[in-house]
């Protein structure tokens, strides 16, 4: 019989085994059932990202832990093995290999032996999942940002120790189970700033007073809500008594910047945003009939903006009570992202929800793997009492 | 908490593993079962230049192929220190998780063992038969 030439074989001597030759295989002299050893299949895509050491496993230990990759997030499961799977490590794993006696008596041998160190009983796979993103609005919920701490902390990069309820990047990456992408997308869809290092909510009430103020320069100085000069407006924000950074926010949340010349940057406030704005500060205390809250919402919208009641799906629901139409605050972005709750909590607001009600509050749900209609078909009801009837959707 | 899954592997490829996977178990005989380090389980061999394989073990003989896998599936080493804060005499326990190779191929017996009527000769030879190492069909 020939003999390998790879000396003490390993799992080389058995991948690379030549025709008509043979090789034993033994259990290894540290063979047992070694838990430390983990086998994860995934994509070849996330290949490099493993060797860029790009992965982390995020998780309390209360949780199931996730995998994440810079922008992605995947559930972790274990897959059973009725089979027995031989694990055969190259000769050389320095792991394995502190007995060198061992490893000379092999090299001795006549015959090249690949040793088992491990039977696998299965092993890790991956799912894309939502990223878990829902305890992110709890943590900075916290403790917002409000004007009261502002007069308190004139310097706000002083940052004062045990502060409770604040939260840095670093802490945030330790308890959400989201990818770098996600926990940062979310962040700014939470409107959430850093000030002194901790990434912050800032209190309803102190946003609307500095929109409000900005309004007001802008009225004053005639400046064009389409196209506000940053510098001029943070410096005069400033000089009203408000924070660099919250001036600078005010922008962020409110507009979008339209050019980006070297010299100058320059916003346009976002009709949508301030208008939705109104609405709620309109709608905070509770319900209100349609009229009133027209005439109200109107008369608060800025001059030249237009204010329509579409901008308003997925955050007011209205109801008919007598001859009266009412409306009151429903925003889709206070309810819970996992489905099961959202649907839950959606019919236990409603029975019954028409299709053009319900889309507004599911569309941003997002399931990997499972289509906007196969949501629909997993949490609903559909009924259609007639052919040309709209569709009513109620809990299943 | 957060564990960064690291890799020394570097911009080059990982150490590759090698997999030999056969249906149901292989049981040695009870004098051994507590003592398994350094035995032999059985003779892989690769009779001619294709990709088949027969792995002899005890009196029996499985014929196989090397498969590619679909996805290939890292082997990660956990490694867990524990620190003892001497101030606060609390316990924080770090994971570490590390890889140290990769699977890409398996040599795959997927078939019932064949019994072997003569007594192997080459392949088994006293140490072997001291294993008398059965594969039992448990899942075919």
Redo the contacts between chains.
């Keep these: ?1 020939e003999q390998t030439q790879s000396g003490n074989g ?3 001597a ?2 690379n ?15 047992g059932p070694h ?10 895509k996330l ?1 490099p990202d ?4 790009r ?7 209360d949780e199931d832990a996730v995998l994440c990759t810079g922008s992605k997030t995947y559930g972790i499961k274990f897959v059973g093995n ?9 000769s050389d ?1 320095t ?1 394995f290999c502190e007995n060198s006696l ?1 490893c000379k008596r092999k090299d001795d041998d006549q015959q090249g ?2 040793s ?1 160190i491990k039977v ?1 009983p299965g ?1 890790m796979e991956l799912v894309e999942v939502a990223p878990r993103l829902d305890k992110l609005k709890l943590l900075l919920s916290e403790n917002p940002y409000t004007f009261q701490e502002d007069l308190e902390m004139e310097d706000l990069e002083v940052v004062e120790k045990g502060n409770t309820g604040l939260y840095k990047w670093d802490d945030l ?2 308890k959400v189970q989201a990818s770098d992408e996600e926990l940062r997308s979310e962040l700014q869809a939470l409107s959430a700033v850093e000030i002194g290092g901790y990434w912050r909510i800032v209190d309803v009430k102190y946003m609307d007073t500095i929109l409000r103020m900005l309004l007001h320069n802008s009225v004053i100085n005639d400046w064009s809500l389409d196209a506000l000069n940053e510098d001029e407006v943070v410096s005069m924000l400033e000089s009203d008594g408000y924070p660099h950074k919250l001036a600078h926010h005010c922008l962020h949340v409110y507009g979008n910047k339209v050019d980006e010349n070297l010299s100058r940057q320059v916003w346009k406030l976002d009709e949508r945003r301030v208008c939705v704005h109104f609405a709620r500060e309109i709608l905070k205390e509770g319900k209100k009939k349609m009229e009133s809250f027209m005439k109200e919402w109107m008369q608060k919208i800025p001059e030249g903006m237009q204010a329509s009641f579409d901008m308003l799906e997925g955050e007011v629901l209205t109801e008919r009570l007598g001859v009266e139409t009412w409306i009151r605050a429903f925003s889709v972005s206070s309810l819970p992202s996992s489905p099961a709750e959202r649907f839950s909590i959606l019919f236990r607001e409603r029975p019954k929800w028409e299709w053009k009600d319900l889309q507004p509050y599911i569309r941003d749900l997002s399931v990997p793997g499972l289509s906007s209609e196969g949501l629909l078909l997993k949490y609903t009801r559909r009924s259609q009492p007639t052919q040309d009837a709209e569709p009513v959707f109620s809990a299943r | ?7 020394k ?3 080059g490829k ?13 049981e040695a005989q009870p004098a051994f079962q507590d003592r ?15 990709q088949v ?1 027969t ?1 002899k073990v005890g009196y029996h003989e499985l014929t196989g192929s090397k498969v590619a ?1 679909k ?9 867990k220190h524990t620190h003892t804060d001497v101030g606060t005499h609390t316990n924080s326990s770090n994971v570490e ?1 590390q ?3 990769i ?1 890409r ?3 795959l017996f997927k078939t019932r063992p064949k019994p072997l009527i003569s007594k192997p000769q ?2 088994v030879k006293e140490k072997a038969s001291a294993t008398g190492a059965v594969a039992s069909n ?2 075919a």
């Design positions: 019989m390993g799992a080389e058995v991948l085994l030549e025709p008509s030759s043979s090789i034993s295989i033994a259990y290894h002299s540290l063979f838990d430390d050893l983990i086998l994860l299949e995934l994509d070849e290949l493993i060797l860029q050491q992965i982390t496993l995020r998780g309390q230990p009725s089979n027995s799977v031989f694990l055969i490590p190259p794993q792991e061992d032996v690949a088992v696998a092993n990456v330790e | 908490m957060q564990i960064r899954v690291k890799c592997c570097g911009e990982c150490r590759e593993w090698a997999v030999v996977e056969l249906q149901g178990v292989v398994l380090q350094n035995l032999e389980i059985g003779v892989l061999c690769r009779p001619s230049s294709q394989y792995f896998l996805k290939p599936i890292l082997v990660l080493h956990k490694t998780l890889v140290i190779g699977i191929h398996r040599i080459l392949a448990q899942t």
